[in-house]
């Protein structure tokens, strides 16, 4: 068989050689978070052991060499999303501070008679904090549906839309199911009704690229342990115009221009939603995991995991029983799967014991399995790094594991 992308970069990451429970790890949690390859971590090291400080306040060498190294960071993002500027780049603890950056942001914005439009295939952390912000201004909910194959209905998104709508919430790409969603189309019909679009891409950035500029949205969000690098650090994208009028999210350090016991002025982009020490560390690890992926290219990235997207799938629905959630046209590699007469949880418990980490349950998605009546799904997501090899065991494995419930 021809050599895979996954025989080449797999050596980078070290916890790929351990075992769980005597047996060699396979790891299929990816959506979850992905592994970090040893650049990642040389980084985190290299900073604590070589420039450890705290960056944009001292004139001292290290400090300078920290800020140095935090703002090239920034700039890595702005390049890696096609942003028009650095300083539309947030760094922020995650996606979901991001999003809630967001709607805390516009909590001063919306009115009662606003109305906001959200999807049935939302991740929670771009639901609640939406649920939220119409409970304080009182402003209404509305959401779209999706189908049996887990795509989001166009037909009830275009009539949701009205010059009511001031906010639309989505995401690029489903953590549960996989569906890839219509971005650009859906963004330029948000904006034909004078909508801000809030995208919440954690599952696209560490499968495809990303042009914010030619999507046109005024916010997307990220999470930089999903494309390998640390935990604890995100980004918020946002135009200009957009991050300018939003009210800041936290007040403290680093985010004020001048500060009287009264009241304050607050610092221009991106520092003015930046309040207190950032996570260093991980802004400078996520720079090495942002070059490690850039040396592997994204292109080659997305082709090898749509190649095995296409060999799991057949392997999986060969194993008579097997259902699988998530069949959009479009969809990224993760293969979200129940059999029949079997809960979900004990496929995951059997399997671990086997060694293969994948994860059960709704994956923080109720309202997806609300849609479809099941209490949650056995989720495998692949990476870069997930091999013809680790998908035969997720095969062989649940065969066993079924032998033993069914
Ligand atoms: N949005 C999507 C689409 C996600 O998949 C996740 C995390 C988040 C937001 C939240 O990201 P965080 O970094 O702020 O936590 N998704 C998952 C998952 O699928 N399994 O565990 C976490």
Redesign the pocket.
């Known amino acids: 068989m021809t050599p895979m992308l996954s025989d080449k970069i797999r050596s980078d990451f070290p916890i790929l050689t351990r075992q769980v429970h005597g047996k060699s790890l396979v790891y299929l949690?990816n959506?979850?978070?992905t592994q970090k390859p040893q650049a990642v971590i040389d980084a985190l090291v290299g900073y604590y052991s070589g420039y450890n400080s705290n960056v944009h306040r001292g004139v001292h060498q290290l400090s300078q060499e920290a800020t140095d190294a935090f703002e090239a960071v920034r700039r890595q993002l702005q390049e890696h999303l096609h942003a028009a500027e650095s300083h539309e780049i947030i760094l922020t603890?995650?996606?979901?501070?991001?999003?809630n950056l967001v709607a805390h942001g516009f909590r001063s914005i919306l009115k009662p008679e606003d109305e906001i439009i959200v999807t049935q295939l939302?991740?929670h952390?771009?639901l609640v904090p939406w649920q939220m912000l119409a409970q304080h201004t009182g402003a209404t909910l509305r959401y779209v549906p999706i189908d049996g194959r887990g795509v989001l209905d166009q037909t009830v998104y275009q009539s949701l839309l009205s010059e009511r709508t001031k906010l639309v919430a989505f995401?690029h790409?489903?953590?549960?199911l996989g569906t890839i969603n219509p971005v650009k189309a859906m963004t330029a019909a948000a904006h034909a009704v004078g909508a801000v679009v809030v995208v919440?891409g954690?599952?696209a950035l560490p499968h495809c690229s990303v042009d914010v500029q030619d999507l046109d949205v005024d916010f997307y969000?990220g999470?930089a342990?999903?494309m390998y690098g640390p935990?604890g650090v995100?980004l918020l994208y946002g135009k200009t115009a957009w991050l300018e009028t939003l009210p800041p999210y936290q007040g403290g350090g680093e985010m004020i221009s001048e500060v009287a016991m009264e009241q304050s002025s607050y610092a221009g982009l991106p520092h003015k939603f930046e309040a207190g020490t950032p996570n260093i560390a991980g802004v400078i690890g996520w720079g090495a995991a942002l070059s490690w992926m850039q040396q592997v290219g994204l292109e080659a990235i997305e082709a090898h995991e749509q190649a095995l997207l296409a060999y799991g799938t057949e392997r999986l629905l060969a194993i008579p029983g097997v259902k699988i959630y998530g069949v959009a046209p479009e969809k990224a590699a993760v293969l979200s799967f129940n059999v029949a007469g079997v809960h979900p949880y004990d496929v995951g418990t059997l399997l671990d014991q086997m060694g293969i980490a994948v994860?059960t349950g709704q994956?923080?998605?109720q309202p997806i399995m609300d849609c479809f009546g099941i209490p949650g799904t056995i989720?495998a997501?692949l990476a870069v790094y997930t091999s013809r090899e680790d998908l035969d065991a997720l095969a062989h494995g649940l065969e066993k594991a079924i032998a033993l419930l069914v």
Not at 93 to 99: M, N, R, V, Y
Request: charged share 25%; proline share 0%.
């Open positions: 949690d959506a979850a978070t603890k995650g996606t979901t501070d991001s999003l939302e991740h952390s771009n995401n790409i489903s953590n549960a919440d954690a599952q969000a999470s342990h999903k935990t995100g994860r994956h923080c998605t989720r997501s």
